[in-house]
């Protein structure tokens, strides 16, 4: 399984991006796919993600209610739709995906097995 993203770019504070996630490969295993999102210096963070079965959805702290993630289960694609953009959320943007789920590992980098390569987002003020 091969995520890419795309989407990403410049946008000044109070704007809105929004960015996609495209699988390949054996995606009909897959069960759940999230972005995560890094900044230089900083660990690698748990932004939104997506169960297919049962469409739930989880957000990390910093982004309820201003990100919404989405997907195309036919297309096994994910969306992140960001309002509201702050230059704290300037990042490379991950997407991801796992085909087990395991509540304790699902805010966790480390519980997920397929990586995109990453798409930058910059947040000017």
């Known amino acids: 399984v091969q995520p890419v993203e795309s989407g990403g770019g410049l946008v000044q504070a109070g704007d809105s991006l929004r960015l996609s996630c495209a699988t390949s490969?054996?995606?009909?295993?897959?069960?759940?796919i999230a972005w995560f999102r890094q900044a230089p210096g900083k660990e690698r963070e748990f932004v939104a993600a997506?169960?297919?079965?049962?469409?739930?959805?989880y957000y990390g702290d910093s982004v309820k209610g201003r990100f919404t993630v989405s997907g195309d289960n036919a297309r096994k694609t994910l969306y992140l739709q960001m309002n509201s953009l702050r230059p704290e959320d300037t990042a490379a943007y991950y997407c991801?995906?796992?085909?087990?789920?395991?509540?304790?590992?699902?805010?966790?980098?480390?519980?997920?097995?397929?990586w995109g390569q990453g798409t930058q987002v910059t947040v000017s003020s």
């Open positions: 997506l169960r297919w079965s049962g469409g739930n959805t």
């Open positions: 991801t995906a796992r085909d087990t789920y395991d509540s304790r590992t699902l805010y966790s980098p480390a519980g997920y097995r397929y």
């Open positions: 490969g054996q995606t009909f295993s897959l069960y759940v």
